[in-house]
């Protein structure tokens, strides 16, 4: 019993770490975000017949099925939180857990996928399905890092901007004050192309 879950164990570490399974889930983020972008939302809820939006559901369903076998094929070979390097200890990987685990409701509560309740809600973090593409691509995700790091520098950087704005401004409310007063019409259309002055 013991050395057959040992071997599943292996085959499953197997299979994550070949290249063809990171573009295989690459493939069906790249069809989820095509299949987001192209939702039509003039398809009102009362309409009877069928729409495209009813062959997008089925696909994300697929979609959701796929991405629920990879989280558990990673954590069948990773570990969930408890080992060094588990699932759970990769910050992007909890990004991937928490659309996994909100895309479960999707399954879960099929009639409340839409419309103002709370399950129509938590269908919208689905939208963070593109970011696991950070965690496909390495030079990505090295840049998406930097970036983070980045942010403390970029804040004085932003402090900088906001207080040259504010001068600029202070320097054209002075500069155009009273310039435009007195500047509407009394008229609706302009008269021999001069404007009444009030």
Not at 146 to 169: E, G, H, K, R
């Amino acid at each position: 019993m013991f050395t057959s879950s040992n071997k599943f164990r292996q085959m499953c570490v197997w299979l994550i770490k070949h290249k063809w399974f990171d573009r295989f889930i690459m493939l069906f983020i790249i069809i989820n975000a095509i299949n987001i972008a192209s939702t039509d939302y003039s398809y009102r809820l009362e309409d009877s017949e069928q729409s495209t939006n009813d062959i997008k559901a089925k696909i994300e369903r697929t979609i959701t099925i796929i991405f629920i076998i990879e989280f558990m094929l990673k954590v069948i070979s990773m570990g969930f939180f408890r080992d060094k390097n588990s699932y759970l200890r990769d910050t992007w990987n909890r990004i991937d857990f928490v659309v996994v685990f909100f895309g479960c409701f999707s399954l879960i509560f099929p009639q409340y996928n839409s419309g103002l309740n709370f399950i129509g809600y938590v269908r919208n973090v689905r939208l963070l399905r593109p970011l696991r593409t950070i965690n496909r691509i390495k030079g990505l995700r090295i840049l998406v890092n930097s970036l983070i790091d980045s942010i403390p520098y970029i804040a004085n950087v932003a402090v900088f901007l906001i207080f040259i704005i504010l001068i600029f401004s202070i320097f054209g409310l002075h500069l155009f004050s009273g310039i435009l007063e007195n500047r509407c019409r009394l008229t609706e259309e302009p008269i021999n192309g001069t404007w009444e002055i009030l």
